[in-house]
Protein backbone atom coordinates (compact mmCIF):
# COMPACT_ATOMS: atom_id res chain seq x y z
CA UNK A 1 0.00 0.00 0.00
CA UNK A 2 0.71 3.72 0.04
CA UNK A 3 1.19 6.02 2.94
CA UNK A 4 2.12 9.48 2.11
CA UNK A 5 2.80 11.85 4.88
CA UNK A 6 3.13 15.54 5.50
CA UNK A 7 2.26 18.59 7.54
CA UNK A 8 -1.88 19.75 7.61
CA UNK A 9 -1.09 23.54 7.55
CA UNK A 10 1.80 26.08 7.66
CA UNK A 11 1.64 30.07 7.56
CA UNK A 12 4.22 32.39 6.27
CA UNK A 13 4.52 36.05 5.68
CA UNK A 14 4.37 37.62 2.04
CA UNK A 15 7.68 37.70 0.22
CA UNK A 16 9.04 35.04 2.91
CA UNK A 17 10.23 31.27 1.88
CA UNK A 18 8.28 27.48 3.26
CA UNK A 19 9.40 24.35 2.75
CA UNK A 20 6.69 22.24 2.57
CA UNK A 21 8.07 18.42 3.30
CA UNK A 22 6.39 14.90 2.19
CA UNK A 23 7.57 11.81 2.70
CA UNK A 24 6.01 8.57 1.66
CA UNK A 25 6.38 4.51 1.93
CA UNK A 26 5.28 2.82 -1.12
CA UNK A 27 5.96 -0.78 -2.83
CA UNK A 28 6.91 0.93 -5.62
CA UNK A 29 8.13 4.10 -7.27
CA UNK A 30 7.92 5.91 -10.22
CA UNK A 31 7.63 9.61 -9.68
CA UNK A 32 6.29 12.01 -6.93
CA UNK A 33 4.41 15.27 -8.41
CA UNK A 34 3.33 18.41 -6.39
CA UNK A 35 0.59 19.82 -7.05
CA UNK A 36 -1.60 22.82 -5.76
CA UNK A 37 -5.35 23.25 -5.24
CA UNK A 38 -7.01 26.20 -4.27
CA UNK A 39 -10.18 25.55 -2.44
CA UNK A 40 -13.05 24.25 -4.87
CA UNK A 41 -10.88 23.92 -7.93
CA UNK A 42 -8.93 21.85 -9.71
CA UNK A 43 -5.55 20.31 -8.30
CA UNK A 44 -3.25 21.92 -10.72
CA UNK A 45 0.15 20.38 -11.71
CA UNK A 46 3.53 22.15 -10.45
CA UNK A 47 6.65 19.46 -10.47
CA UNK A 48 7.78 16.21 -10.87
CA UNK A 49 10.79 14.30 -9.83
CA UNK A 50 11.92 11.02 -10.51
CA UNK A 51 15.31 11.06 -9.90
CA UNK A 52 16.74 12.24 -6.79
CA UNK A 53 17.75 16.00 -6.12
CA UNK A 54 16.34 19.73 -7.17
CA UNK A 55 14.18 20.79 -9.92
CA UNK A 56 13.42 24.23 -9.88
CA UNK A 57 10.86 26.32 -12.23
CA UNK A 58 10.82 29.89 -10.65
CA UNK A 59 9.26 30.64 -7.43
CA UNK A 60 8.84 26.93 -7.10
CA UNK A 61 11.76 24.30 -6.65
CA UNK A 62 11.07 20.51 -5.73
CA UNK A 63 13.18 18.28 -4.43
CA UNK A 64 13.47 14.18 -4.31
CA UNK A 65 15.80 11.65 -2.44
CA UNK A 66 14.55 7.93 -3.39
CA UNK A 67 16.61 6.39 -1.01
CA UNK A 68 15.31 8.76 2.38
CA UNK A 69 11.73 8.51 0.62
CA UNK A 70 11.30 11.93 0.86
CA UNK A 71 10.53 15.19 -0.96
CA UNK A 72 10.14 18.54 -0.35
CA UNK A 73 8.48 21.66 -2.05
CA UNK A 74 9.90 24.96 -1.65
CA UNK A 75 8.11 28.05 -2.46
CA UNK A 76 10.09 31.51 -2.56
CA UNK A 77 8.94 34.64 -2.38
CA UNK A 78 5.56 34.01 -1.41
CA UNK A 79 2.79 35.94 -2.50
CA UNK A 80 -1.10 36.48 -1.30
CA UNK A 81 -2.21 33.88 -3.91
CA UNK A 82 -0.05 31.34 -2.95
CA UNK A 83 -2.02 30.77 -0.16
CA UNK A 84 -3.66 27.11 -1.32
CA UNK A 85 -3.65 23.48 -0.73
CA UNK A 86 -0.33 21.59 -1.74
CA UNK A 87 -0.52 17.99 -2.29
CA UNK A 88 2.29 15.45 -2.61
CA UNK A 89 1.17 12.20 -4.80
CA UNK A 90 3.14 9.10 -5.60
CA UNK A 91 3.00 7.22 -9.05
CA UNK A 92 3.74 3.54 -7.73
CA UNK A 93 4.07 0.67 -10.78
CA UNK A 94 3.56 -2.12 -8.53
CA UNK A 95 -0.11 -0.78 -7.72
CA UNK A 96 -1.20 -0.55 -11.16
CA UNK A 97 0.68 3.02 -11.62
CA UNK A 98 -1.99 4.76 -9.48
CA UNK A 99 -1.36 8.00 -8.06
CA UNK A 100 -2.10 8.36 -4.88
CA UNK A 101 -2.20 11.41 -3.54
CA UNK A 102 -1.44 12.65 0.80
CA UNK A 103 -3.55 14.92 2.77
CA UNK A 104 -2.46 18.18 1.70
CA UNK A 105 -0.48 21.48 3.48
CA UNK A 106 -2.47 24.11 3.37
CA UNK A 107 -0.20 26.73 3.21
CA UNK A 108 -1.65 30.34 4.43
CA UNK A 109 0.30 33.61 3.33
CA UNK A 110 -0.37 36.73 5.67
CA UNK A 111 0.71 40.24 4.75
CA UNK B 1 -8.06 25.55 -18.41
CA UNK B 2 -6.43 22.25 -18.48
CA UNK B 3 -8.42 20.66 -21.37
CA UNK B 4 -10.23 18.16 -19.38
CA UNK B 5 -13.80 18.76 -19.21
CA UNK B 6 -16.10 17.65 -16.71
CA UNK B 7 -20.43 17.79 -16.85
CA UNK B 8 -22.43 19.04 -14.72
CA UNK B 9 -20.55 21.15 -12.72
CA UNK B 10 -22.70 21.09 -9.82
CA UNK B 11 -25.60 18.70 -8.73
CA UNK B 12 -28.21 18.36 -5.98
CA UNK B 13 -30.33 15.39 -5.42
CA UNK B 14 -31.69 13.15 -3.13
CA UNK B 15 -31.15 10.48 -0.97
CA UNK B 16 -31.40 6.80 -2.60
CA UNK B 17 -31.10 8.62 -6.43
CA UNK B 18 -28.82 7.61 -9.05
CA UNK B 19 -26.60 10.05 -10.94
CA UNK B 20 -24.09 9.98 -13.96
CA UNK B 21 -21.25 12.43 -14.35
CA UNK B 22 -19.46 12.61 -17.42
CA UNK B 23 -15.79 13.32 -18.64
CA UNK B 24 -13.87 14.28 -21.48
CA UNK B 25 -9.83 13.94 -21.37
CA UNK B 26 -7.79 16.07 -23.04
CA UNK B 27 -7.27 15.53 -26.60
CA UNK B 28 -4.77 12.19 -27.02
CA UNK B 29 -5.00 10.96 -23.23
CA UNK B 30 -5.55 7.34 -23.14
CA UNK B 31 -6.11 6.89 -19.63
CA UNK B 32 -9.01 8.39 -17.54
CA UNK B 33 -8.87 8.57 -13.48
CA UNK B 34 -11.66 9.32 -11.06
CA UNK B 35 -10.90 10.87 -7.18
CA UNK B 36 -13.38 11.81 -4.60
CA UNK B 37 -12.60 14.40 -2.39
CA UNK B 38 -14.79 15.42 0.87
CA UNK B 39 -14.70 18.30 2.08
CA UNK B 40 -12.61 17.06 5.19
CA UNK B 41 -10.92 14.50 3.35
CA UNK B 42 -7.89 14.74 0.47
CA UNK B 43 -8.25 13.55 -2.85
CA UNK B 44 -9.27 9.73 -2.65
CA UNK B 45 -8.44 7.67 -6.00
CA UNK B 46 -11.48 5.82 -7.23
CA UNK B 47 -10.90 4.01 -10.59
CA UNK B 48 -8.67 4.41 -13.47
CA UNK B 49 -9.34 3.26 -17.19
CA UNK B 50 -7.11 2.90 -20.02
CA UNK B 51 -8.13 3.22 -23.65
CA UNK B 52 -11.57 1.74 -22.64
CA UNK B 53 -9.94 -0.95 -20.28
CA UNK B 54 -10.18 -0.71 -16.54
CA UNK B 55 -6.68 -0.64 -15.55
CA UNK B 56 -6.37 0.23 -11.68
CA UNK B 57 -9.22 0.53 -8.96
CA UNK B 58 -9.05 2.43 -5.63
CA UNK B 59 -11.58 2.58 -2.78
CA UNK B 60 -14.84 2.61 -4.58
CA UNK B 61 -18.13 1.49 -3.23
CA UNK B 62 -20.20 -0.84 -5.04
CA UNK B 63 -22.82 1.27 -5.52
CA UNK B 64 -20.47 2.96 -8.03
CA UNK B 65 -19.57 3.00 -11.28
CA UNK B 66 -17.87 3.32 -14.14
CA UNK B 67 -16.69 3.26 -17.95
CA UNK B 68 -14.73 4.58 -20.84
CA UNK B 69 -16.39 4.31 -24.23
CA UNK B 70 -14.66 4.15 -27.21
CA UNK B 71 -14.43 7.72 -28.11
CA UNK B 72 -12.78 7.69 -24.56
CA UNK B 73 -14.67 10.01 -22.95
CA UNK B 74 -15.94 8.55 -19.52
CA UNK B 75 -18.74 8.45 -16.39
CA UNK B 76 -19.46 7.85 -13.19
CA UNK B 77 -22.30 6.27 -12.26
CA UNK B 78 -23.18 7.00 -8.60
CA UNK B 79 -26.39 4.90 -7.30
CA UNK B 80 -28.42 4.66 -3.90
CA UNK B 81 -26.65 8.27 -2.93
CA UNK B 82 -26.84 8.68 0.60
CA UNK B 83 -25.18 11.87 2.27
CA UNK B 84 -21.87 10.81 2.83
CA UNK B 85 -21.41 10.28 -0.82
CA UNK B 86 -21.63 14.59 -1.34
CA UNK B 87 -18.73 15.61 -2.28
CA UNK B 88 -16.52 16.61 -5.41
CA UNK B 89 -15.50 14.70 -7.91
CA UNK B 90 -12.91 15.09 -9.92
CA UNK B 91 -11.88 13.23 -13.29
CA UNK B 92 -8.41 13.54 -14.60
CA UNK B 93 -6.43 12.28 -18.12
CA UNK B 94 -3.00 11.51 -19.06
CA UNK B 95 -1.70 10.03 -22.12
CA UNK B 96 0.42 7.49 -21.01
CA UNK B 97 -0.22 4.95 -17.65
CA UNK B 98 2.73 3.86 -17.67
CA UNK B 99 5.12 6.59 -17.05
CA UNK B 100 5.78 9.78 -15.20
CA UNK B 101 3.40 11.66 -17.48
CA UNK B 102 1.39 14.46 -15.61
CA UNK B 103 -2.07 13.50 -15.32
CA UNK B 104 -3.84 17.26 -15.54
CA UNK B 105 -7.46 17.08 -13.59
CA UNK B 106 -11.23 18.70 -14.83
CA UNK B 107 -12.49 21.47 -12.74
CA UNK B 108 -14.52 18.94 -11.15
CA UNK B 109 -18.55 18.35 -10.10
CA UNK B 110 -20.02 18.96 -7.08
CA UNK B 111 -22.73 16.81 -5.73
CA UNK B 112 -25.18 17.53 -3.10
CA UNK B 113 -27.18 14.81 -1.68
CA UNK B 114 -30.22 16.00 0.92
Known amino acids: GQNIDQPTEMTATEGAIVQINCTYQ??????LFWYQQHAGEAPTFLSY????GLEEKGRFSSFLSRSKGYSYLLLKELQMKDSASYLC????????????FGAGTTVTVRA | DSGVTQTPKHLITATGQRVTLRCSPR?????VYWYQQSLDQGLQFLIQ???????AKGNILERFSAQQFPDLHSELNLSSLELGDSALYFC?????????????FGEGSWLTVV
Open chain 2, 49 to 55: YYNGEER
Open chain 2, 27 to 31: SGDLS
Open chain 2, 92 to 104: ASSNDMSSGNTIY
Open chain 1, 89 to 100: AVRDPSNDYKLS
Open chain 1, 49 to 52: NVLD
Open chain 1, 26 to 31: TSGFNG
